[in-house]
RNA sequence: GGCUCUGUAGCUCAGUUGGUAGAGCAACGGACUGAAAAUCCGUGUGUCAGCGGUUCAACCCCGCUUGGAGCCA
């Protein structure tokens, strides 16, 4: 097994710098466990590794997909694993918050057939205009395991147990509540930054502003011009906002506070996420690092 | 100086012909199996500005004090 650990926490909780810290140390490489930092072009308001950061570790699954590509966890993990098949001597870190791709990495997925795009669209239409409980009835009856677990506003998952249940009958699988997860790596070790909830709203506070002042209303000016408007990539948090502010030519930064709190949303999500579904090791995020912290997590990785 | 309006949750504001109060947002907690920076679910946290009066009972009515806003001087 060639992944040493993973380096987890809530978005502006400072992995990037300290992955590359641990990565030389051990002479390890990064694997970008991010949902949005794979976008090819996305990169400031991301919080890509900076170029230099790219350069100075070799880094994998970042600032490559085409931002009109969807991407999902099972494509992750299979990219993931392509990679440690390709280079069977390296030693990787996982590096990023998206909870979801972990598990799905280390946990595996049920052997479900691929996302069909087209059998998802129709469903989006067909319910589009209906009651939120016409969905849920449909969706329930579909897959009864799913009473009590998935909410009737939850549109998503109800619409993807639809598409699964098309699916399912024209190919003849088993019902999604009798599958079991397939093709796990295991579980590996893995360090958690912990900041006071507060400290983390004022880092990510800080971080939309200093974004806004490196270049990020550029960026998107620029993707803007390139990128189709219904492309998957515009979904990271700020970009559309940032978007609409300049075609309406709107000031780009009355829209910092609404996408400020927005990430604080999302950073309270990753933080019950992983608190809840992995076990990471705590480590103070103001001093994590330190040489010593640094050593610690390297031995913990070993 | 005079007149009018106003003070209720962290914020913006409802409200009770008098029976100690509730919305939105925030905040907090939670779920999560191929969109996950997504998608959902739950929780009211309060000297109702202060002091006194009327009343069985006041956030509500009355008086004074105090903070704010506006108009007239």
């Not at 997925?109 to 205009?129: A, G, S, T």
């Amino acid at each position: 097994m060639s992944i040493l650990g993973a380096i987890l926490g809530a978005t502006g909780s400072g992995k990037t710098e300290l992955a590359i810290l641990l990565a030389q140390k051990l002479g390890a490489e990064i694997i970008c466990m991010d949902s949005r930092q794979l976008y090819k072009g996305f990169r400031i308001g991301t919080a890509q590794p900076t170029a230099e950061e790219l350069s100075a570790v070799p880094h994998h699954l970042v600032d490559f997909l085409p931002p009109e590509r969807q991407y999902n966890a099972a494509e992750f993990a299979k990219g993931v694993k392509d990679l440690l098949a390709q280079k069977p001597s390296a030693k990787f870190i996982l590096v990023g918050g998206t909870g979801l791709y972990m598990q799905a990495l280390c946990q595996g997925l049920n052997p479900l057939p691929p996302v069909n795009p087209e059998i998802r669209e129709r469903l989006k239409k067909h319910y589009e205009n209906k009651e939120q409980k016409e969905l849920y009835s449909d969706a329930l009856k579909a897959d009864p395991s799913i009473e009590g677990k998935i909410k009737q506003g939850d549109t998503q998952r109800l619409l993807r147990i639809l598409e699964l249940s098309t699916l399912n009958s024209q190919l003849s699988t088993p019902p999604n509540s009798q599958l079991k997860r397939v093709g796990g790596i295991g579980s590996v070790p893995s360090v958690w930054l912990d900041f006071p909830r507060d400290e983390l709203y004022k880092r990510i506070n800080e971080r939309v502003v200093k974004m806004q002042k490196s270049g990020w209303v550029e960026e998107v000016a620029g993707l803007s011009k390139t990128v189709p408007a219904n492309a998957p990539a515009w979904q990271s948090l700020g970009y559309l906002e940032l978007k609409t502010a300049l075609e309406k030519n709107e000031d780009p930064l009355s829209i910092t506070e609404g996408v400020a709190l927005r990430t604080r949303h999302y950073a309270k999500r990753q933080i019950t996420w992983f608190k809840h579904k992995e076990n990471p090791i705590c480590i103070d995020g103001k001093t994590a690092k330190s040489k010593e912290t640094i050593e610690r997590i390297s031995h913990s990785f070993q």
